[in-house]
């Protein structure tokens, strides 16, 4: 039996998919709420109420019960997401900033719920945020706007009332260009190299959640990468700067 349980939120994107896969090699039990099933999870969660938030929220919840059984988790990570511009002069741009809250904002409320009774004492809670989202985005106003709400929650969860177990970890990563399919597909001409692999980011997550270098308790993790060599970094600044 797996030592240790591991809850994917967004377990069949690009980037929930590599870390199902690099969780579960390493001997990890691994749920995915996505929806669509990962099938290399050990359980799925998926997601059908798509149009109301709170309907979403009495959807999951239950299902999560169900597949945990009481069975206390070493981690939940969020990697729920997706990108649309805009300006506000763009006809789609209230379309897109929905379309972004959904992606963005919902998944990482409702995994923190879900944190805040099904994560270990020592656990850890990640939520994905985005480096633009640190000042203004004017092409981008919806998935700005969502991604600097994931930035504030982290900071409301890290405090004392936030409703995480006590010891509990949680923090933000943000990336500022993943080296996802998608990502290649829409900017071809991209120096990929400049962009973040996604089994960097896996191998990241996979040695916080065995507690190995964990940045502080409410921590805004930048992501960087420069001519293929990746590293990271605290944002240290307010959370708009």
């Known amino acids: 039996m797996a030592a240790s349980r591991v809850l994917i939120y967004g377990g069949k994107g690009a980037l929930g998919m590599t870390c199902v896969t690099y969780f579960k090699a390493r001997n990890w039990w691994v749920a995915s709420v996505d929806l669509f099933p990962n099938e ?26 169900a597949i945990l059984d009481g069975i206390k988790l070493d981690a939940i990570i969020c990697v729920a997401g997706g ?10 741009v209230v379309k897109n900033a929905d379309l972004m809250f ?10 923190a719920n879900l ?16 480096q633009p989202s640190l000042g203004g985005t004017p092409g981008m106003l919806g998935y700005g706007m969502a991604k600097a709400a994931v930035h504030q ?3 409301g969860l890290a405090e004392e009332k936030g409703g995480l177990p006590g010891a509990a970890s949680v923090l933000a990563i943000l990336p500022m260009t993943l080296d996802t399919p998608g990502n290649r597909k829409g900017m071809p001409n991209a120096d990929f190299n400049q962009w973040t692999p996604l089994d960097y980011v896996a191998k990241l997550l996979f040695e916080w959640a065995q ?7 409410g921590s805004l993790v930048k992501l960087n990468t ?8 605290i944002h240290t600044g307010e959370l708009l700067s």
């Open 40 to 65: 290399e999870a050990h359980a799925n969660v998926i997601v059908s109420k798509t149009e109301s938030w709170t309907e979403q929220n009495e959807e999951i919840q239950p299902k999560v019960d």
């Open 83 to 92: 990108w649309a511009g805009g300006s506000a002069k763009s006809k789609a």
């Open 102 to 111: 959904k992606q963005s904002v919902w998944t990482s409320l409702i995994a």
């Open 115 to 130: 944190a805040s009774k099904h994560l270990k004492e020592n656990g850890l809670l990640t939520l994905t945020g985005a």
């Open 153 to 155: 929650l982290v900071k």
């Open 211 to 217: 507690r190995s270098n964990v940045p502080e308790r």
């Open 226 to 233: 420069k001519d293929g060599v990746s590293s990271y970094e």
